[in-house]
Antibody, heavy 117, light 110 residues
C-alpha cells in the first residue's frame, strides 16, 4: 500500500536548521509530486511548498521563500525539507503528502519540530 | 494569497446533517475543479475525504458529499456519527502552483 514515512521528532535552538525526510513506498516515486504542510499547535494547515520529484522543480509558499529548501533522492524514493533560521513560531508538526493533481491524497504521519532555547 | 474562509465550528446531533462552507475567490475555488476536503482527528494526520469538488476516495462513506457554487465549496456530512467529530479542512488550487487551505472547521457531534 502507499506509505509516506517521515523522520522522527526534532528539537532545535533558535537560528538552527532542521531537515525532515519523507520516504515513500507502494507506488512509482516519479509519478506524483510531494508537498509539505505544517500545522502549528492548535492551528490549521499551512502549505509550505512542493517538489516535482521528476526534475526537482520546486514551488515554495511565500512565507517560507528564502528559508526552505526541498530536495529529493530518487535512488531511495525520499524527499527532504530543510528549514533554516528557525524561530519559535516554526514549532509545528510538519507533514509530507503525495500530490494528486492539485490536492493531497496520502499523508505521512507527521514530524514534530520544536524550536526552543 | 489569503487562506480560504471556513466557519470555525459546526455541530449536529447523531443522525443529523451538517454542512461546512469553504469560501474563496474567482482565482481559486471558483476557477477550477481542484477543491479537496480533509478530515483530521486529534493527534492524527489529515485524511482525504473529497477530491475534485465532489468525488469520494474508495473507503470513504457516502454520507460525505461535496459541492461547489461560484466562490464557495461545501462539504455535507449526512447521518452524523460520533466518529465524524473531527476538524475538517478544504484546499484549493490558486494558480501558479500555489495551494491554499481553509482555516479549518471543528465539527462537534452533540
Amino acid at each position: 500500500q502507499v506509505q509516506l514515512v517521515q523522520s522522527g521528532a526534532e528539537v532545535k535552538e533558535p537560528g538552527a536548521s532542521v531537515k525532515v525526510s519523507c520516504k515513500v513506498s507502494g507506488y512509482t516515486f516519479a509519478s506524483h509530486a510531494i508537498t509539505w504542510v505544517r500545522q502549528a499547535p492548535g492551528e490549521g494547515l499551512q502549505w509550505t511548498g512542493w517538489i516535482n520529484v521528476n526534475n526537482g522543480d520546486v514551488k515554495y509558499g511565500q512565507e517560507f521563500q528564502g528559508r526552505v529548501t526541498m530536495t529529493r533522492d530518487t535512488s531511495t524514493s525520499t524527499v527532504y525539507m530543510e528549514l533554516r533560521s528557525l524561530r519559535s513560531d516554526d514549532t509545528a508538526v510538519y507533514y509530507c503528502a503525495r500530490a494528486y493533481f492539485y490536492g493531497l491524497d496520502v499523508w505521512g504521519q507527521g514530524t514534530t519540530v520544536t524550536v526552543s532555547s | 494569497q489569503s487562506a480560504l474562509t471556513q466557519p470555525p465550528s459546526a455541530s449536529g446531533s447523531p443522525g443529523q446533517s451538517v454542512t461546512i462552507s469553504c469560501t474563496g475567490t474567482s482565482s481559486d475555488v471558483a476557477y477550477d475543479k481542484y477543491v479537496f476536503w480533509y478530515q483530521q482527528h486529534p493527534g492524527k494526520a489529515p485524511k482525504l475525504i473529497i477530491y475534485e469538488v465532489s468525488k469520494r476516495p474508495s473507503g470513504v462513506p457516502d454520507r460525505f458529499s461535496g459541492s461547489k457554487s461560484g466562490n464557495t465549496a461545501s462539504l455535507t456530512v449526512s447521518g452524523l456519527q460520533v466518529e465524524d467529530e473531527a476538524d475538517y479542512y478544504c484546499s484549493s488550487y490558486a494558480g501558479s502552483n500555489i495551494l491554499l487551505f481553509g482555516g479549518g472547521t471543528k465539527v462537534t457531534v452533540l
